[in-house]
């Protein structure tokens, strides 16, 4: 096991580049299933989330190679195995198995996804669809299990926006007879990434990126070869850290359309950001003042971004308040910003932070993927040396994460945990 450690207070400069991404990765990967020939994704990024999709793509019998970020899966001799426990648990993204393998097989069993622990996560509203596709669907021990003798096109209105349930909904729709409406869906860019896949494979969706998603089920899905699109959370992350710290950074890879709502708050702030075809430029100002964010669904600002934007607002001048209106228990970063001598208390589903204050190197542990974010840039503001713990969460999400900030000039390395200090973590 291993740790994460970040000299701060220095500046970052120069050119860093973004990986495919991750919420597009966990849901394309699941999605070839549903193909009859073998399907190429390239640009994947190297997180553990990946790997472990590859595993159990195997495990249910796929023929699937890695490398250089790019998946080669023939999905021809897959079978519907059962996936009740083991590396389902590891990873929230497991419930589009759900979708993939009841859309193709139409029948599926998988244990009950894992993931980050941000408050309930319910999957109600997949559940909702698939019933209404025809499917019958029992919990049992910690099992879902779904079978249908035949899934029908429905008219299914999504009661919460979700990006899981409008994705996995179209991935059980797409071969099933007629034709399905999607109202209230999801308009994440991640689910027209999926769309367009689909598409590539053979299927007929109109609308995705809008909240009526229409499908028209086709007999067969073929091969074909699709590329990622660039994570934007990973790219917000550079951008955050770079308003943070930020002596004039070049993030690459990017679509800047999809990150307008941290543009305008970083602009707010008073931070340099230039926008290019597929660059954004960030630069720190002389001072920057306090904001409030509100996460909202897309194309509002996005609530894997509250947790790093509010290390950033510790060194603003002024009061911000952080409300999540998406996860009622995304705070656990707090506690540790708290410990590195952050102002920040909060109250009900909101964090309000009093700033500027100059944070102090401290051990801290990452509760979850975005906690990770916040402390990593916590550290690279902070005098002092930080050292972080639970960097098994980090490593879900970010692709090579210390090359890539080593590269602006960054001094973060990974250090090999003691017994000790492994005992200690686990205990507190
Ligand atoms: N919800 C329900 N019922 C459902 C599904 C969702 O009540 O059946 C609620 C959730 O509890 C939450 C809200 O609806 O309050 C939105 O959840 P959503 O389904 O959109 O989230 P998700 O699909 O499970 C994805 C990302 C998350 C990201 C959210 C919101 C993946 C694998 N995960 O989760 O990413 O926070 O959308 O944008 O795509 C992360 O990357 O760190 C991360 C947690």
Known sequence: MEKLKIAGAYPLKGQIRVSGAKNSAVALIPATILAESPVTIEGLPDISDVSILKDLLEEIGGKVTLEDQMMHVDPSSMVSMPLPNGKVKKLRASYYLMGAMLGRFKKAVIGLPGG??????????????????????????????????????????????????????????????????????????????????????????????????????????????????????????????????????????????????VIAKLREMGVTVETSYDQIFVRRGE??????????????????????????????????????????ARFKHIDELRRMNANVKVEGRSAIITGPVQLQGAKVKASDLRAGAALVIAGLMAEGVTEITGLEHIDRGYSNLVEKLNGLGATIWREKMTEEEIEQMKSS
């Open 116 to 261: 980050c622990h941000l408050g309930p996560r319910p999957i109600d509203q997949h559940i909702k669809g698939f019933e209404a596709l025809g499917a019958k669907v029992t919990n049992e021990q910690g099992a879902i299990y779904l079978r249908a003798d035949e899934l029908r096109g429905a008219r299914i209105y999504l009661d919460v926006v979700s990006v899981g349930a409008t994705i996995n909904i179209m991935l059980a729709a797409v071969k099933a007879k007629g034709k399905t409406i999607i109202e209230n869906a999801a308009k994440e860019p991640e689910i027209i990434d999926v769309a367009t896949l689909l598409t590539s494979m053979g299927a007929k969706i109109k609308g995705a990126g809008t909240d009526v998603i229409r499908i028209e089920g086709v007999e067969e899905l073929k091969g074909c070869r699709h590329t990622i699109i660039p994570d934007r959370i990973e790219a917000g992350t550079f951008m955050i850290l770079s308003a943070a710290m930020g002596d004039g950074v070049l993030i690459d890879n990017v679509i800047p359309q999809h990150l307008e709502s």
């Open 287 to 328: 001072k920057v003042k306090a904001v409030d964010i509100k996460t909202l669904v897309h194309p509002g600002f996005p609530t894997d971004l509250q947790q790093p934007f509010s290390s950033l607002l510790t060194s603003a001048e002024g009061t911000s308040v952080v409300t999540d209106t998406i996860y009622s």
